[in-house]
């Protein structure tokens, strides 16, 4: 008789090897593989067991989705929560996920109410926060376990609408040897809460620790099988939240939900733009207001920069809220075609309130920001400025531009200077417009411009 071939995997990084050795043949851990599961037979699969359909007769009906209460946390899904759908939710620790979750569990609506597994807190731990929140529990029951086996045996009694699973590291299966958190069993865990969301069609929510970089914890294949992956995330002692969709498979990546946290729990912010215009004094060198678009709105954010005469070594470049390189490649343009030389400061620009910028508009704000406080000489308060700077010196357009212009009409901003072709067909009330071709122009009406 054969004998039957063992195989181990590691649980640092999933490889695969016929024989127990030391250490890792693929990451280098030490002592780190464990015998893989085995006696999973394989069951047959009879022809005809598993319908198959051309796309051409597939329905395109309308996702029928379901309000969590909470607006923001809506914008970020795509519009409401998707039933079958699975949602990743990664973020640092104390900053709010559970909290979120439970007053968003609060408000579900789904036929079944919501389930609570917490694999770190006990039920009176859950149950007093929710008093806290002053949150009304009464469709949400809740199960304290680590064993995700015990998960699903509680679903099949209760068949609730929606699973919130508290965290998934701390999950583990009878079906694997290895110790909760490590990547097989995140990936076995995951694997059978997503079969029994797209089977059910029970929504679920699980929370995600992350690492010091800020990337949820374990392999990356854990946010290739989930349908939406948020982030919730803060500056240092900071009231304000903001929660980001990293992908959605039902709505668009990259939407912004902002929050504020308080004593009596998590909420909404209504206007981010206002919010993140409406603190600013007197007029201030190196401070300009430019208009993002993230994921389905604009949203108005301030863009600061100090430069500072250096101190005889290579010039310093930081950048917080906008990608580092791009700073320096803007710094050059301005070097070469606005004719200001900057090798001789050191240049920080950051972005107000914690949002990260991921796209080429607030280019123009930037370089605005820095001429500005290079020169000592305030921008207008009521002066919005977006555009990308391109290396040639040129002002090129960005996508939805009149939207942009919009918003900042809307929280109250009276001039505008943005890319020619940005130029809205029809003027907007109280706003005027000025338009630029190229960092030659910007610097010609840099007088007019500056308060």
Not at 80 to 87: E, F, M, T
Not at 191 to 214: C, E, M, N, P, Y
Not at 370 to 379: K, Q
Not at 404 to 416: D, M, Q
Request: charged share 20%; aromatic share 4%; with cysteine.
């Amino acid at each position: 008789m054969a004998k039957a071939n063992k195989t181990y995997v590691c649980s640092d990084c999933g490889a695969g090897t016929s024989k127990w050795q030391g250490q890792c043949p693929a990451c280098g851990a030490w002592n780190s593989l464990e015998p893989a599961a085995s006696g999973l037979a394989r069951a047959a699969v009879t022809p005809g067991t598993v319908p198959v359909r051309r796309l051409t007769d597939v329905g395109t009906e309308t996702v029928v989705r379901v309000s969590t209460g909470l607006t923001e946390l809506d914008r970020t899904l795509g519009g409401g929560l998707v039933p079958g759908s699975v949602v990743l939710l990664g973020g640092d620790p104390g900053i709010g996920k559970s909290t979120l979750l439970l007053q968003a569990a609060a408000n579900l609506r789904t036929g079944g109410g919501t389930l609570y597994a917490s694999g770190e807190e006990s039920l009176q731990q859950i149950s007093l926060r929710g008093r806290r929140l002053g949150a009304d529990l009464g469709s949400v029951a809740a199960i304290a376990t680590t064993r995700v086996d015990e998960v699903l045996a509680a679903v099949q009694e209760t068949r609730p609408g929606c699973l919130i699973v508290d965290s998934i590291q701390t999950m583990a299966t009878d079906l694997l040897p290895s110790t909760p958190g490590s990547p097989n069993q995140l990936r076995a865990c995951a694997g059978l809460l997503v079969r029994l969301a797209k089977q059910s069609g029970i929504a679920v929510f699980l929370v995600g620790h992350v690492t010091k970089d800020g990337q949820i914890a374990g392999p990356r294949l854990l946010e290739h099988m989930v349908d939406v992956v948020l982030y919730f995330e803060s500056e240092v002692a900071s009231r304000y939240r903001i929660l980001r969709t990293v992908k959605n498979r039902f709505g668009a990546a990259n939407e912004l939900g902002i929050f504020v946290m308080s004593e009596g729990g998590i909420r909404e912010v209504r206007n981010p733009s206002a919010l993140f215009v409406s603190q600013r004094g007197d007029p201030v060198p190196g401070s300009v207001v430019t208009a993002v678009h993230q994921g389905s709105r604009p949203l108005l954010v301030e863009v600061q920069a100090l430069a500072d005469q250096g101190s005889g070594g290579p010039p310093r470049r930081v950048a917080i809220g906008l990608e580092q390189n791009r700073l320096t490649l803007l710094l050059a343009a301005l070097h070469r075609h606005g004719g200001i030389a900057t090798h001789g400061h050191d240049i920080f620009v950051n972005v107000v309130g914690g949002v990260r910028i991921m796209e080429p508009s607030a280019d123009l704000a930037a370089l605005l920001a820095t001429i500005s406080s290079i020169r000592d000489r305030p921008m207008p308060r009521d002066l919005v400025v977006f555009g990308e700077v391109g290396l040639a010196g040129e002002i090129r357009p960005v996508a939805y531009g009149e939207e942009r212009l919009r918003e900042a009409a809307k929280v109250g901003f009276t001039r505008a200077v943005i890319p020619r072709a940005n130029a809205p067909k029809q003027p907007i009330p109280g706003l005027a417009i000025t338009v630029a071709d190229n960092l030659r122009d910007i610097m010609r009406m840099l007088p007019a411009l500056e308060a």
